[in-house]
């Protein structure tokens, strides 16, 4: 029994707490928003394009047996869509044009809780998320779970910025850093997902409420320091916990494992299928490769124009 | 000596005006100006001639504009779209008075907050969130701001538009407070001894309306008029009366005002939507099967009346859909169904459909 992680770097977190999690998985992995040209060609999740089907194969190559190129959607027992836009981002967004009653200043709209949350609705359905979740929905009957990435760092309030994007992203959020604000609105978003999820007869598991604070993720599950964006280990073990309890209550029995004294990783029981670890997926391989891409980004914007 | 009606126009005669009764049957008082600023308010059909007006292009005022990225599909959920601002249909020239006098602080509604389970309504406009609030607090906030958007309106309107709706309403007995709906109709607590039942006579309704063209002509002195009748029929009556001789009844008075307003004032402009849609010509054939709701047809017939007279100016753009629905028109005059848009429109928002399901 195996289940399918779709993502982009928001996944890593999840992969690097999977050792506990009772179910083999297997990974489909491209950053940033590549997977919004993923198609389902005979019965398979591939690559839309050239390009996006020489990544896959390269992140396949590169980072181990059990990140795919492709996924065969009959041989999965359920998906999870990791990150890929769905975010609180569109509550902050929504935010700077409206408002609820108790915050809402001169020159804003006043809304109402039920309004914003229809807003979220529209937004988090047009997420790449969605587009593929919907996409996996019309091809097959499994359960498939969206999974947001987490809020920013709480570190992002107080951090310096160089690039200009990074600065407008925190006056984005400026709205949502008073905790009491953030803790009034993440529940409306937190429906939000829920009710977009099932308006596509999908599930969804929102960020655990142990790792925010008000709207922002605490720093105890900040990925680097110097990365207000991705959770850590923990935080993914944290999503993996609310993950493994939607996936029982959808349906899908958890194999019964037992743990051997001199092996701190668990072992299938009753001759079940034994869950596929991650002794190929070369965790440093995937930071070196996030890496890369920083410092691509970073050559790039500091070209002289 | 000659009869008086020797040499009058075709339209002054039934055997030939009502084969056709879309053509020439409203001529326009006065000129619709496409940067006019329009304000529209009124019963649940008022929310068409909002609708088309907007998408002709004409500078309908939207105090209350639909929040960034929120659905068009939800945004009349929640009261946006549907007129100048979220004030929900009025039904009476008496809540449209109210509406106005409460915006400029010359009247405070009594036992406006209603509350159903753990929520509260806006009694005075209680569709525009179909959940209620959380809080009185929170409703007493989204009044005011409310409120704020109705008083900008009445410094822009250059045309406002009316469609007069019902006769009937309830009121407060004690302040006078009267509500689009009844109290437990969408919430709130029916109490007798608080509320009563009004049915709104020609001389209260025409009186009222003169007090709206006192106000919003006191900030905009060269504001003109357009008010309809709403053809459509009560959904229920709380008068003792059928319901059949209730909505002749209402409608007659309704028609009345609408006519004495028209014809003393160069300001005020009545469009025939009401006998476009409701006149015998049409053989009923512009409302679905339940004889109430309006079709498609119909609401495009009248609104192509009504787009064809207020051409806008300088536009070369010729109403082909009048054309088109006229045709339709002097098919329902033959007793036929027209062909087009048989659909019925859904969009539109009338409380007083949840009277109906009351009913069952």
């Known amino acids: 029994m195996t289940i399918s992680i779709i993502g982009n770097s928001h996944l890593v977190a999840l992969k690097l707490a999977d050792g506990d999690f009772p179910w083999a998985c297997s990974y489909f992995w491209s950053s940033g928003f590549n997977l919004r040209d993923v198609i389902v060609e005979d019965g398979k999740l591939v690559g839309g394009t050239k390009r996006l089907r020489r990544l896959l194969a390269e992140q396949s190559i590169k980072l181990g047996k059990n990140v795919q190129k492709e996924i065969e959607l009959k041989t999965s027992s359920a998906f999870i869509v990791v990150g890929l836009g769905l975010s609180p981002m569109y509550l902050a967004r929504a935010y700077n044009s409206v408002r609820l009653f108790n915050h809402v200043g001169r020159g804003m709209t006043v809304v109402s809780a039920d309004c914003l949350e229809e807003i979220l609705v529209a937004q988090l359905r047009s997420t790449t998320a969605f587009k593929i979740a919907r996409l996996l929905r019309e091809n097959c009957d499994k359960p498939i779970v969206v999974v947001p990435q987490p809020a920013p760092m709480e570190t992002a309030k107080t951090a310096v910025f160089r690039e200009a994007q990074q600065r407008r992203n925190v006056k984005l959020w400026q709205p949502l850093f008073d905790t009491d604000v953030g803790e009034m609105l993440m529940p409306i978003y937190v429906r939000a997902l829920a009710r977009a999820a099932d308006y596509e007869r999908l599930n969804a598991v929102a960020q655990p409420e142990a790792t925010l604070t008000g709207a922002f993720t605490r720093v105890e599950y900040q990925h680097a320091p110097d990365d207000h964006k991705h959770g850590s280990k923990s935080y993914g073990a944290h999503v993996l916990g609310a993950l493994k309890r939607e996936i029982e209550i959808i349906g899908i029995e958890a194999p019964v494992l037992e743990r051997s004294s001199s092996d701190s990783r668990s072992v299938p029981e009753r001759g079940e299928v034994a869950p596929v670890r991650s002794s190929l997926w070369s965790l440093s391989a995937m930071a070196a490769s996030l890496a890369r891409m920083r410092e691509k980004k970073a050559r790039f914007l500091s070209r002289p124009r | ?360």
């Open chain 2, 1 to 360: 000596m000659t009869s008086p009606y020797v040499g009058l126009d075709a339209r002054a005669f039934w055997r030939s005006a009502a084969s056709d009764p879309a053509r020439d049957l409203y001529r326009k008082k006065f000129d619709i100006h496409p940067r006019n600023s329009l304000m529209t308010a009124g019963s649940c059909f008022a929310q068409h001639i909002a609708r088309t007006l907007r998408h002709r292009g004409y500078n309908v005022l939207d105090a209350e504009p639909v929040p960034p990225t929120l659905p068009e599909a939800s945004a009349s959920k929640f009261g946006y779209n549907l007129y100048s601002a979220r004030y929900g249909n009025i039904y009476t020239a008496r809540q449209l008075l109210q509406l106005l006098r409460e915006a400029l602080g010359r009247f405070e509604p009594q036992n406006w907050i209603w509350q159903k389970g753990d929520r509260y309504f806006d009694a005075l406009r209680p569709n525009i969130e179909p959940n209620g609030l959380a809080s009185e607090e929170e409703v007493i906030a989204h009044r005011k701001a409310h409120l704020e958007a109705v008083r900008s309106l009445l410094k822009k309107v250059d045309v406002f538009i009316f469609t007069f709706g019902l006769t009937e309403a309830w009121r407060e007995k004690e302040s006078g407070t009267v509500y689009p709906t009844a109290p437990e109709t969408i919430a709130g607590t029916f109490d007798p001894e608080k509320f009563e039942f009004v049915n709104f006579n020609f001389n209260e309704i025409y009186n009222d309306f003169l007090l709206v063209r006192k106000i919003v002509q006191w900030r905009r002195p060269r504001a003109k008029f357009v008010i309809t009748v709403s053809p459509v029929p009560l959904t229920a009556t709380a008068s003792d009366d059928h319901v059949l001789a209730a909505t002749m009844y209402s409608k007659s008075v309704l028609r009345a005002v609408a006519g004495q307003l028209s014809k003393t004032f160069d300001d005020v402009d009545y469009f025939p939507s009401y006998e476009l849609i409701a006149g015998h010509t049409t053989r009923a054939t512009y409302y679905e099967n339940n004889l109430r709701a309006v079709t498609a047809d119909g609401v495009a017939a009248a609104m192509s009346a009504f787009v064809s007279q207020h051409v806008a100016e300088g536009s070369q753009h010729v109403p082909e859909e009048a054309q088109q629905v006229a045709g339709n028109a002097r098919h329902a005059a033959r007793g036929s169904r027209s062909h087009i848009g048989r659909k019925k429109d859904r969009d539109v928002v009338c409380e007083d459909l949840l009277l109906d399901a009351f009913s069952r």
